[in-house]
């Protein structure tokens, strides 16, 4: 899916939506999450090419690969978590979407406590007199 593609299908769907929402405030709430999800799902061959070629780049340079999949979970969770707070953001619960976010960013920190750990270990290590 190009992003020719993808503005079209928003557009079409914004439209549609706009359409229906005063006869059908629940149905363009569907519609609106449903084309969401279509749009990420249309999407999940690039990120498996991103994510295959940042796996080799990691065996190259001989990085340990828990590091990277630790990276990438936390990518994931931030664009989860983003995804959710729209979607109740669309649904007009912002106080729900506010919590997803915040429950994004523990997570993201406490997938990053490993990684944080290394590096400051690292730099402990090449700074004289450690």
Same mark, same amino acid.
Request: aromatic content about 6%; glycine content about 8%; cysteine-free.
């Given at each position: ?55 080799? =780049? /990691?065996? !190259? ?6 590091? +990277?999949?630790?990276?990438?979970? %936390?990518?994931? #969770? ?17 106080? =729900? /979407?506010? !919590? ?6 523990? +997570?993201?920190?406490?997938?990053? %406590?490993?990684? #944080? ?14």
């Amino acid at each position: 899916m190009d992003i020719i593609q993808v503005v079209g299908i928003g557009l079409i769907t914004a439209v549609l939506v706009i359409t229906i929402k005063e006869q059908q405030p629940l149905f363009a709430f569907l519609l609106a999450t449903f084309v969401g999800v279509a749009i990420f799902l249309g999407l999940i061959g690039e990120i498996s090419k991103v994510i295959r070629l940042l796996e080799n =780049i /990691a065996n !190259k340079a001989n990085i340990q690969i828990v590091y +990277l999949e630790t990276i990438l979970k %936390i990518i994931g #969770i931030a664009y989860i978590a983003e995804f959710g707070a729209q979607i109740t953001r669309d649904a007009g619960q912002s106080s =729900i /979407a506010a !919590k997803i976010e915040l429950a994004g960013k523990i +997570l993201i920190m406490v997938m990053a %406590i490993p990684i #944080i750990t290394v590096l400051v270990e690292t730099i402990m290590q090449l700074l004289p007199g450690s």
